[in-house]
């Protein structure tokens, strides 16, 4: 893993962040009688997802740092229920489609998972 000084070294975030727009974008196409229910939680865990992991990354114990990776985790699993139940539903029409949507949040997953182990094995207290 390359040297990581500060939030903007860590490919996890970046890729939150990519995954956090995708999902704005799909919430900008939601009906308003979503407003207060699907698109409210899919923008707040969008936004909480990288969040989490900025948070995470400024705490100074390793435990405290594992505990908001772990919260991020979280919400990406939210975001992943939340995108299937967009497409049943049948809000999923552009720009992005289901397997686009699922391909970031695995990607994201993947990076996320090593950088929590990355993390536990560190040498950091």
């Known amino acids: 893993m390359a040297t990581i000084t500060q939030l903007e070294d860590l490919e996890v975030w970046k890729e939150a ?3 956090a727009k995708m999902i704005y974008i799909l919430t900008d196409g939601l009906p308003g009688s979503e407003e207060y229910n699907l698109k409210r ?6 936004r909480g997802f990288p969040a989490n992991i900025s948070e995470g990354f400024y705490r100074y114990f390793k435990k405290e ?3 908001f990776y772990s919260i991020a985790k979280g919400c990406l699993g939210e975001i992943k229920n939340d995108v299937y139940l967009c497409n049943d539903l049948g809000y999923i029409k552009s720009p992005h489609s289901l ?5 970031q949040i695995d990607k994201v997953e993947k990076i996320l998972n090593s950088f929590i182990g990355y993390t536990s094995k560190s040498s950091l207290q």
Request: avoid cysteine; hydrophobic fraction near 35%; charge should be positive.
């Open 65 to 67: 740092r594992l505990h």
């Open 17 to 19: 962040k990519v995954l």
């Open 41 to 46: 939680h899919l923008k707040e865990n969008a």
């Open 99 to 103: 397997n686009e949507y699922l391909k």
